[in-house]
Each structure stands twice: as structure tokens, then as C-alpha cells.
């Protein structure tokens, strides 16, 4: 029953490289004579051409891109903030804009790496960061990383850009050439959030978690360094790398508390900040359901899951049971919000999958046998996956009626309201910013939808 799983929901960010706006205004008439007039159709018809799409329809998706970058111009997006040591560059979304990132060769020879904030809804560009990139010596390819474009979260839970800068500075007189690391962190409007500097490149690779750079110490500590203002603290944590804490800020991390008089798995949630426990599970009344089925031998177990901001899902079930219910917490002090539907957690798969509506009522969760969808406010479940279905794994729940999901692998759309199959054969799921707009990269660029209901 002690089962470590990974529940991602999304949220992300996109990164930037050579971009220009949406796509090309109209040619101007030409009149016999007018000189100005001539060399603005010569400028225009300059003007690179916008992609065409030409992939398959995806439901909930307007029929033409609002603006489309080509392959060149969009390169790649940015990877993760938490994740150490990441090459994946695929997170194209943050809040309601686009992050893209690639690397430019100036006039004089020299490299750049640049990242742009793009607006999701215009693709005007909101801030641009450009970092020189250093010149290869005797023939070398391995020049060290000068910037990072990453997608993480601010202290609050909001969506945030995470900019990581080495700066080198040469040896001069009697001063010995030194590193800095600068980490800044910006919201989606391209504000900036908090910045902190740190001797040495260690911390390009450092994971940063909701604002605050997690590092290890080598007594197996972990210490909380904020990006920006803010005190740090130091937490005896001994998985680091956070991957199974909830909530905003540090947030709280869960542990087992095995019980054998009677048999149970207790869960004891701790707050990092303060390194004290919040609420243990066996002072907490579990569901009706869960309730009727406890005997002095057995009792419960339990296990935390991320939702959203300060809000976490607590699943019950009897001990050496897979029947289970979920239910809808508030993080600080484990009081339940609202209970949802039964689910049966037997062959599970560690490809769990959480997809949440923009306003936190409504979730899609796997985590066993199937799917299933309720009303996190009322509790009420709107849909469960019938025994004879494929897989649902929730992808995307973007407030359109549309769920995106995985069957058995293969990416689709389903009413969310009652799984109805609107589409099959995705061949990649749209990314979605806050502001209702959907990113898809292919073969012939990088497309921005807005979605529309079904």
C-alpha cells in the first residue's frame, strides 16, 4: 500500500527564440509615381510568410491559428524549474503568455541566447532577455551554459519565468577572475518578481521550487533560498528534491506512520517552513464510506496529493484496501472541503494523471483503474470510466467543455461533462495559457489557437 506516485498538472511556460509579432499586415496599393508607396509594397512582400497549419482539427480549437511563428523564428520554449539537470526544452506556456528561446548570431559574429515573453493573444512581445554566448576556443563545442529559460511558481502558486544567468568576470590586475550566478524570476507580464546572485555556477542547475532555490546540504538537510527578499530557512528534509510536496510557498510533505494495533497507515502532513506537523490522518474522521468499513484490527490509510495553491486532494481507503474515496482538503489544517467519489486504485500505473478547470471546480482524476470526474465544490461525480474502456490518462482541462486526455496512449478530446469521444488521434496535445489559448508546435511552425466551446 505504500505506493509513491507523481501527479503533474498543467501549467506551464513557453520559451522564445527569434520572433516577430503575429502575422503581416495587408499589402498597400500601388499607385504609378509614388516612391513611398513602392517601397513599403517592396517591404511588405519582404515580409517572411506566416505558416499555414496543417494539421488535424482539434476540438475546442478555433479553425485558424489568432498567429503562427515559423519553425526558425519559434526554435524551442524552456524547460522546468524543479528539475535538476533538465535538457527538455519543451514548456511553452506560462500564465497567458508564450516563452520561446534559441540562440542569434549578431552582425559581428557573435552568438546570443535570447528568450521572449510573447503575449498569447496577440504574440506581441512583452520582454525579450539576450545573454552572450562565449567564443569557442581551440575548436571546443563545450562552452558552459550562460542562461537558462525555465517555467516554475512564485511563492503564491502563480505561474512565473525563471531566468538563470552565468556571468563571468575575467581576472584584472590584482583581482582573480570570479563566477556569479543571478537567478531572476519574472511573471508572465515580464515584471519582475525577485532576483538573487550566488557565487559560483552550482546553481544553474539548482532545482528552484514556488520562488526559492532548494540546495542540499551535505548533512542531508535541505536550505530554502529565496529568490529575491525573504529569509532563508533550513528544514530537515531528507528527500531534497521536494517532488512529493504540496501547496504554495515550501508547502507540506507527508509521511507514513505504520501502525500495527490496529493495522493502518497513518499520514502525518509536515508544514517545511516550520518543520512541525500540521494534522495526522488518525485525528482526522475519514468519509462515511471508509467510516463503516473500520474495525478494531484495521484501520485507514491515506495518501496527499497536489490540487491547487493551499488546497489538496486526501485519498481514504481501508488498510490493504484499493476501494478508496477522494476527497478535497484545505492543506493547513487537513478540514475537508468536500468528498468526492469512490475509486478503485488497484493497478496503478506510476503515469497518473490530475486535470483541473481554471476555476478549481471541477478535476479529472486517474489514479487506478480509470478516470473519473467530479465537482470538487459539491462533490458530486459527473462521470466514471466504465470497465470495458480504455484508459483515460487527463491531459488538459482549459474551461471550454473539453477535456484533453490519453487513451491508452493516443492523445483525444472528450466532452468533460460526459466523456463523449469528440476526437481521436491527436497527434499532440495543445499547451494552454491562462487567458484561454491553446499552443501547438509542428512541422511547419509554432501555432496559438483560442479556444471556443463545444
Not at 236 to 263: I, K, M, R, W
Amino acid at each position: 500500500m505504500n505506493r509513491i506516485r507523481t501527479t503533474v498538472a498543467l501549467g506551464l511556460v513557453l520559451s522564445v527564440g527569434l520572433v516577430t509579432g503575429c502575422s503581416g499586415g495587408a499589402e498597400p496599393d500601388t499607385k504609378p509615381g509614388d516612391k513611398e508607396t513602392a517601397k513599403a509594397t517592396e517591404s511588405a512582400s519582404a515580409a517572411p510568410k506566416r505558416p499555414v497549419y496543417q494539421g488535424k482539427p482539434v476540438p475546442g480549437l478555433a479553425a485558424q491559428p489568432a498567429w503562427s511563428l515559423t519553425g526558425d523564428e519559434a526554435r524551442d520554449c524552456a524547460s522546468k524549474a524543479s528539475e535538476k539537470d533538465t535538457a527538455q526544452r519543451d514548456i511553452c506556456t506560462v500564465g497567458d503568455a508564450v516563452i520561446l528561446t534559441g540562440n542569434r548570431d549578431g552582425s559581428s559574429g557573435k552568438s546570443s541566447f535570447t528568450a521572449r515573453l510573447l503575449d498569447a493573444k496577440s504574440g506581441k512581445l512583452r520582454k525579450e532577455f539576450e545573454f552572450a554566448l562565449p567564443e569557442e576556443t581551440g575548436g571546443s563545442t563545450s562552452s558552459p551554459t550562460v542562461a537558462l529559460a525555465q517555467v516554475g511558481e512564485w511563492r503564491d502558486g502563480s505561474p512565473a519565468l525563471l531566468i538563470r544567468n552565468r556571468v563571468d568576470t575575467p581576472a584584472s590586475g590584482l583581482k582573480k577572475a570570479s563566477t556569479q550566478t543571478v537567478l531572476t524570476m519574472y511573471a508572465p507580464s515580464g515584471e519582475e518578481l525577485g532576483s538573487s546572485s550566488f557565487d559560483g555556477d552550482a546553481h544553474m542547475s539548482t532545482p528552484v521550487r514556488n520562488g526559492y532555490l532548494v540546495d542540499a546540504g551535505a548533512s542531508g538537510d535541505a536550505k530554502f533560498l529565496p529568490i529575491g527578499d525573504g529569509q532563508a530557512l533550513t528544514s530537515e528534509v531528507s528527500h531534497v528534491d521536494l517532488q512529493g510536496t504540496v501547496g504554495s510557498g515550501l508547502g507540506y510533505y507527508s509521511q507514513q506512520d505504520v501502525s500495527f494495533q490496529p493495522y493502518a497507515e497513518w499520514l502525518t502532513a509536515t508544514d517545511i517552513r516550520t518543520g512541525k506537523k500540521a494534522w495526522n490522518t488518525k485525528d482526522l474522521t475519514p468519509p462515511a464510506a471508509i467510516v463503516k468499513l473500520v474495525t478494531a484490527d484495521n484501520a485507514t490509510s491515506a495518501r496527499l496529493m497536489p490540487y491547487q495553491g493551499d488546497k489538496a486532494l486526501l485519498e481514504w481507503s481501508l488498510y490493504g484496501d484499493s476501494e478508496a474515496v477522494m476527497t478535497l482538503i484545505d492543506l493547513k489544517s487537513g478540514r475537508r472541503l468536500a468528498e468526492g467519489p469512490g475509486i478503485d486504485t488497484n493497478e496503478a500505473i506510476d503515469d497518473d494523471g490530475l486535470a483541473i478547470s481554471p476555476d478549481g471546480k471541477t478535476a479529472v482524476v486517474q489514479y487506478g483503474k480509470g478516470a473519473v470526474a467530479w465537482n470538487t465544490e459539491t462533490g458530486k461525480e459527473l462521470w466514471h470510466q466504465a470497465a470495458d474502456e480504455v484508459t483515460i490518462t487527463p491531459n488538459a482541462l482549459p474551461g471550454n467543455g473539453v477535456l484533453y486526455a490519453y487513451l491508452d496512449g493516443t492523445g483525444a478530446a472528450l466532452d468533460a461533462d460526459d466523456k463523449k469521444l469528440l476526437g481521436s488521434g491527436i497527434d499532440e496535445i495543445p499547451q494552454f495559457t491562462t487567458n484561454g489559448y491553446a499552443v501547438l508546435r509542428g512541422a511547419g511552425g509554432l501555432f496559438v489557437f483560442a479556444t471556443q466551446p463545444v
